[in-house]
């Protein structure tokens, strides 16, 4: 949260840490020269189309479409009206993918929103122009991004355990909250160790976690064609009856569905590590929003073949429920399915909100130490390492439901500002060259949508989790103003920097030509 501009001791201290490091590098290193080193200490280019894609379905595809489509169902009131909205809601995502793969032309660095704020408001004013772009890195960073993954890997755990039920019945309630959050430590202190390591090991996990997935998603659609095929079409043919006419219900259907889809602007956040991100971004954006659309809405016929309404609106999990229904004895696979599912999204989630940690500490509106990188394996640790230990006080904390409930709320402000952002750099970009331009009605119709997800449901329904998510608004504002638009910086801050390089092994990131 300081800027990058150093006192003279403290870049002197950077800088021996820096080369010490790099010299302990180089020793262990031996055919490797300093020079050599040196040039390569900056984030590469390991993510080619298919990663991109498998990234994003990664992101997108996690516990929501396995556990809560009855939640849609329920507000929708009709199997007819809840397959539209989510069909809507993979039309309304893809055109969001689609501007901001624009926006990724314009400003081509990592940090999906965040960049895009700081290029269209950071110049419009100088106490007003930076604060968007703080206000969302803040709220992002400290506590959507580490409470949706501690809910994503305590969802992992509860279903690893699933299996392993039997075993569990003599421990009390107690024991058993401890066991699945002993898992979830672990699974996070896995997943951490992946993504400080290697972006590779990365990719090549979530690749793998993203087939292993969609295989499970086909398992479910199979089970509800050959209930198809087999005459079960009484549930569908309801179509229309009891759909519901009230807008806080629909607002709440679409964030329902949208919190599923959640995860369409993950590549963005790390085009600076995406080969030919010109055309990749693009190209991932039309194969993976399609498909995941393509995905949700036969999962839910399936869902729907099987079940009736009341069943799916009673079940805590859709998928456990249809599995045990029509799987029979291989109805194992739905709790193994959703484990991967949340492990390879919480391991996406945390592989993106770093970068953006990462591009947030570049800019000086996060902590420096923050933005450097390690000598050998090349990857923003102290980020990672920094959302790690977030999502682990999350864990900790026990039930965190209700304080991630005002997510989508808040992620939809962050949204309908980008869109902003993509109108006003029209007209201050130009003349920058674009691989392709949305038409203008995209960004208008993602504003409409913006403002209809935000307004309705505060004053349809104005619960406190709302009021909440504006009160971390404001608690951002409060911090920007002494360690970002006064650039105060505390002297324990050269200690602190010095600690992490020494700690982790990294050093500044090289600076490459525009």
Same mark, same amino acid.
């Given at each position: 949260m300081v800027a990058p501009a150093q006192t003279e001791s403290g870049a002197t201290l950077a800088a021996c840490t820096s080369a010490?490091?790099?010299?302990?590098? *180089?020793?262990?290193?031996?055919?490797?020269?300093?020079?050599?080193?040196?040039?390569?200490?900056?984030?590469?280019?390991?993510?080619?189309? =298919?990663?991109?894609?498998?990234?994003?379905?990664?992101?997108?595809?996690?516990?929501?479409?396995?556990?809560?489509?009855?939640?849609?169902?329920?507000?929708?009131?009709?199997?007819?009206?809840?397959?539209?909205?989510?069909?809507i809601c993979g039309a309304?995502?893809?055109?969001?993918?689609?501007?901001?793969?624009?926006?990724?032309?314009?400003?081509?660095?990592?940090?999906?929103?965040?960049?895009?704020f700081l290029e269209a408001y950071g110049s419009l004013h100088k106490f007003w122009g930076p604060l968007p772009c703080f206000v969302c890195a803040w709220v992002h960073m400290f506590v959507l991004s580490p409470a949706s993954a501690a809910v994503i890997i305590l969802t992992f755990s509860e279903y690893i355990c699933q299996p392993f039920a039997a075993y569990m019945r003599g421990l009390t309630l107690e024991e058993q909250d401890f066991v699945k959050k002993l898992i979830a430590m672990l699974a996070l202190g896995l997943l951490t160790y992946i993504n400080c390591v290697s972006v590779k090991l990365y990719v090549h996990m979530q690749n793998v976690f993203t087939?292993?997935?969609?295989?499970?998603?086909?398992?479910?659609?199979?089970?509800?064609? =050959?209930?198809?095929?087999?005459?079960?079409?009484?549930?569908?043919?309801?179509?229309?009856?009891?759909?519901?006419?009230?807008?806080?219900?629909?607002?709440?259907?679409?964030?329902?569905?949208?919190?599923?889809?959640?995860?369409?602007?993950t590549i963005t956040i790390i085009t600076e590590e995406v080969k030919k991100p010109e055309v990749n971004i693009t190209r991932s954006v039309v194969i993976a929003l399609p498909l995941v659309t393509a995905v949700y809405l036969m999962m839910n016929v399936a869902y729907m073949t099987a079940l009736t309404v009341p069943e799916m609106v009673a079940a805590p999990a859709v998928a456990v429920v249809f599995g045990d229904r029509v799987l029979g004895v291989v109805r194992f696979i739905i709790p193994v399915g959703v484990a991967l599912s949340t492990f390879g999204c919480a391991l996406s989630g945390q592989f993106a909100i770093s970068r953006l940690c990462y591009v947030a500490s570049s800019e000086g509106? #996060?902590?420096?130490?923050?933005?450097?990188? &390690?000598?050998? &394996?090349?990857?923003?640790?102290?980020?990672?390492?920094l959302q790690g230990l977030l999502a682990l006080l999350f864990i900790v904390g026990g039930d965190i439901k209700s304080l991630i409930a005002f997510a989508s709320f808040l992620t939809w402000i962050f949204y309908g500002l980008a869109m902003v952002a993509l109108m006003i750099m029209r007209r201050t970009k130009k003349d920058v060259e674009r691989t392709y331009k949305v038409p203008l009605i995209?960004?208008?119709? #993602?504003?409409?949508? *913006?403002?209809?997800?935000?307004?309705?449901?505060?004053?349809?329904?104005?619960?406190?989790?709302?009021?909440?998510?504006?009160?971390?608004?404001?608690?951002?504002?409060?911090?920007?103003?002494?360690?970002? =638009?006064?650039?105060?910086?505390?002297?324990? #801050?050269?200690?602190?920097?010095?600690?992490?390089?020494?700690?982790?092994?990294?050093?500044p990131p090289e600076k490459t030509a525009d």
């Open positions: 010490v490091l790099a010299a302990r590098s *180089a020793e262990s290193l031996p055919t490797r020269s300093t020079q050599a080193l040196t040039e390569q200490v900056q984030l590469k280019r390991e993510v080619g189309l =298919f990663s991109a894609v498998s990234l994003s379905v990664g992101c997108m595809i996690g516990s929501g479409i396995f556990v809560s489509p009855s939640i849609a169902l329920e507000l929708s009131g009709s199997v007819g009206l809840c397959l539209i909205i989510w069909a309304i995502s893809l055109l969001g993918a689609l501007a901001f793969a624009e926006l990724s032309t314009l400003v081509p660095r990592s940090g999906a929103e965040y960049a895009y087939i292993g997935k969609l295989v499970v998603c086909v398992v479910v659609i199979l089970g509800g064609t =050959f209930l198809l095929c087999t005459g079960h079409s009484e549930n569908l043919s309801k179509g229309f009856e009891g759909s519901t006419t009230s807008p806080k219900n629909l607002a709440l259907a679409f964030y329902g569905c949208l919190w599923s889809y959640g995860g369409w602007s509106h #996060m902590v420096e130490a923050f933005s450097y990188i &390690h000598v050998r &394996h090349l990857t923003p640790t102290p980020a990672v390492v995209v960004p208008v119709i #993602m504003i409409m949508v *913006a403002l209809f997800l935000c307004i309705v449901p505060i004053v349809t329904d104005p619960t406190p989790r709302y009021f909440f998510g504006l009160l971390l608004l404001a608690v951002g504002f409060v911090l920007y103003i002494p360690l970002v =638009f006064y650039k105060l910086r505390p002297q324990c #801050m050269d200690q602190f920097t010095y600690l992490v390089q020494v700690l982790l092994e990294v050093v």
